[in-house]
């Protein structure tokens, strides 16, 4: 393992994170139980995640925030977990981006109104390849960044001749997709796939790049389509793993393993207090794991530790735990049934 560290790019919010009872039926009411701020996106999520397990890894964030009073707080809230913000730009011209996140407190499931913001005019120019030093470099979310997700006649989007060009610097390079019904996941997220050393998504996503089913119409998860979904990426060009986790299990297909499957650990009733940046910290439990060469297998049962370890807190980076807290928990907890 060397020391150049992992860096991540991208959406850079704030989570206004509101505590519901219920998610009400168009026209009704629902009572909020709580009201919280907090950083959301993929940059600050993935990355305090893996600055708070105290990994020894160094860790640079590059974004974009608006001169304004939230992009103050965002940069604030990573300079505090020990993060380099000198790549994060500002900007006069749009406001720092938001989230409005409302978590339903009797199933822990969440729902997002976004807002772009200086995200939208987040590009390839606020990244100085020069001054990039780092082992990793981790991008997200597609189909989130306008600039990036725009399209390129030679290689299909920015995003995909970016990731090239990183790569070509000897930097390995990871993405991460939101979850977005604008139904353009094929042609946006798949020549991103041919730069890519790493791809991690949820199911969802990862079944709308696929074009494949990835649950029955009872809500049952098909795991052969999972794994043909993996198959896919990998044939599209992801040059080492391709990751796939959902609430039921984390899946993976490794150049050198083939396809591993480890299900998610079983947590006791009343533990859920919201799922907001459940995904991120995934990607950090798996970006953390492939920095320090863990096995396939490892890297998912340390990811769905991380994942956890999220869902105990009701916003994106409290919950999380120091690494030697999540490897107790990755191989004492008891694991799901599939």
Same mark, same amino acid.
């Given at each position: 393992?060397?020391?150049?560290?992992?860096?991540?790019?991208?959406?850079?919010?704030?989570?206004?994170?509101?505590?519901?009872?219920?998610?009400?039926?168009?026209?009704?009411?629902?009572?909020?139980?709580?009201?919280?701020?907090?950083?959301?996106?993929?940059?600050?999520?993935?990355?305090?995640?893996?600055?708070?397990?105290?990994?020894?890894?160094?860790?640079?964030?590059?974004?974009?925030?608006?001169?304004?009073?939230?992009?103050?707080?965002?940069?604030?809230?990573?300079?505090?977990?020990?993060?380099?913000?000198?790549?994060?730009?500002?900007?006069?011209?749009?406001?720092?981006?938001?989230?409005?996140?409302?978590?339903?407190?009797?199933?822990?499931?969440?729902?997002?109104?976004?807002?772009?913001?200086?995200?939208?005019?987040?590009?390839?120019?606020?990244?100085?390849?020069?001054?990039?030093?780092?082992?990793?470099?981790?991008?997200?979310?597609?189909?989130?960044?306008?600039?990036?997700?725009?399209?390129?006649?030679?290689?299909?989007?920015?995003?995909?001749?970016?990731?090239?060009?990183?790569?070509?610097?000897?930097?390995?390079?990871?993405?991460?997709?939101?979850?977005?019904?604008?139904?353009?996941?094929?042609?946006?997220?798949?020549?991103?796939?041919?730069?890519?050393?790493?791809?991690?998504?949820?199911?969802?996503? =990862?079944? *709308?790049? %696929?074009?494949?089913? @990835?649950? $029955? &119409?009872?809500?049952?998860?098909?795991? +052969?389509?999972? #794994? /043909? !979904?993996?198959?896919?990426?990998?044939?599209?060009?992801?040059?080492?793993?391709?990751?796939?986790?959902?609430?039921?299990?984390?899946?993976?297909?490794?150049?050198?393993?083939?396809?591993?499957?480890?299900?998610?650990?079983?947590?006791?009733?009343?533990?859920?207090?919201?799922?907001?940046?459940?995904?991120?910290?995934?990607?950090?439990?798996?970006?953390?794991?492939?920095?320090?060469?863990?096995?396939?297998?490892?890297?998912?049962?340390?990811?769905?530790?991380?994942?956890?370890?999220?869902?105990?807190? =009701?916003? *994106?980076? %409290?919950?999380?735990? @120091?690494? $030697? &807290?999540?490897?107790?928990?990755?191989? +004492?907890?008891? #694991? /799901? !049934?599939?």
């Amino acid at each position: 393992m060397n020391n150049r560290g992992i860096a991540i790019a991208g959406n850079m919010l704030v989570d206004n994170v509101k505590t519901v009872d219920t998610f009400p039926n168009i026209g009704m009411l629902a009572n909020i139980t709580g009201v919280q701020r907090a950083v959301g996106g993929c940059v600050p999520n993935t990355i305090i995640d893996i600055a708070k397990m105290k990994a020894g890894i160094p860790l640079t964030a590059i974004g974009l925030v608006g001169e304004d009073e939230p992009g103050q707080y965002v940069i604030d809230m990573l300079a505090a977990d020990g993060v380099d913000t000198t790549l994060v730009s500002r900007t006069n011209k749009a406001q720092t981006s938001f989230s409005d996140a409302m978590c339903a407190l009797d199933t822990g499931e969440r729902t997002f109104f976004h807002y772009r913001g200086a995200n939208a005019l987040f590009s390839p120019e606020y990244i100085p390849l020069d001054k990039l030093d780092c082992d990793i470099l981790h991008i997200g979310y597609i189909l989130l960044l306008d600039a990036f997700d725009a399209r390129d006649e030679e290689y299909g989007t920015v995003m995909a001749r970016f990731l090239h060009e990183v790569q070509q610097r000897g930097i390995r390079t990871s993405i991460d997709v939101v979850s977005d019904e604008s139904g353009k996941f094929a042609e946006t997220v798949v020549p991103a796939l041919k730069y890519c050393d790493y791809a991690i998504m949820n199911e969802i996503e =990862a079944g *709308s790049v %696929s074009g494949l089913p @990835v649950r $029955d &119409e009872s809500g049952k998860l098909i795991a +052969e389509n999972i #794994r /043909k !979904t993996l198959e896919q990426f990998m044939a599209h060009g992801v040059k080492h793993r391709a990751i796939i986790h959902c609430p039921e299990c984390g899946f993976c297909m490794d150049a050198e393993e083939g396809f591993v499957a480890v299900p998610s650990l079983n947590l006791p009733e009343g533990y859920v207090k919201g799922s907001v940046g459940a995904g991120d910290a995934f990607a950090a439990g798996s970006l953390c794991a492939i920095y320090q060469e863990m096995t396939a297998s490892d890297m998912l049962a340390y990811a769905s530790a991380a994942a956890a370890a999220n869902l105990s807190a =009701a916003d *994106s980076v %409290s919950g999380m735990k @120091v690494a $030697d &807290e999540l490897k107790i928990m990755m191989n +004492e907890w008891e #694991r /799901k !049934t599939l």
